[in-house]
């Protein structure tokens, strides 16, 4: 039902999961544990899927919390369940209860914890939102809550990775364009013009970058493992209509 980060899972007092699709209700293309809110899926299924991540993470039903994501830089504070979904890519709390959480389907989950501030964080990362500053974002916001970069331990869960994640040559020529020394995230693909993009090193390193003390990858390919993850392209490759998405999420106890 979901994979842990060995470093997050040390810390005591915070509880975190990135789920994998095992162990839920739903069927045909979303079969299993979808939590996806934005899925052509049952609403009633997902609702009872997000339930049973509630009770893993040991949170009140309705205190496992997504934003509206967009792919932007943006981080929310969330203190109580809301009315209205805001949109944005990463949520950070200092409230005990409240599971911060993003769904992802091949783009990057991050948690993020500082134990001895007791704050924590989730955040989308896609390479529009990696490269667009979700990740400082997301530190900002736990700054302001009291945390420090050099205690906070940031950890990626599976997420497509560079033998599966070939990318255009607008791509190329852009992430190149914005730092030379972007190159060592790319190798060359079988297609003239095209890569292969090493998006969680990208992470990495942009975490190093930021100060983050921790970086821990648990190394999951979402693409290339469909028993236990949903994959966006992997989806579209095949011509399917819609795909399931997998939650992320961390909370303090």
Known sequence: MKVESPALKALPGIRHAFFTREGGVSQGIYAGLNGGTGS?????????????MEAALGVPEGHLLTAWQIHSPDCVVVERPWDERPRADAVATATPGIAAAVSIADCGPVLFADPEARVVAAAHAGWKGAVGGVLDATLDRMEDLGASRARVIAAIGPLIRQPSYEVGPEFVENLSALDPANKRFLIASGRPGHAMFDLPGYIAARLKELGVGTVDDLGLDTYADEARFYSYRRSTHRQEPDYGRLIAAITLV
């Not at 609403?43 to 049973?52: E, F, I, K």
């Open 40 to 52: 052509r899926d049952d609403q009633a299924l997902v609702a009872q899927n997000r339930a049973r």
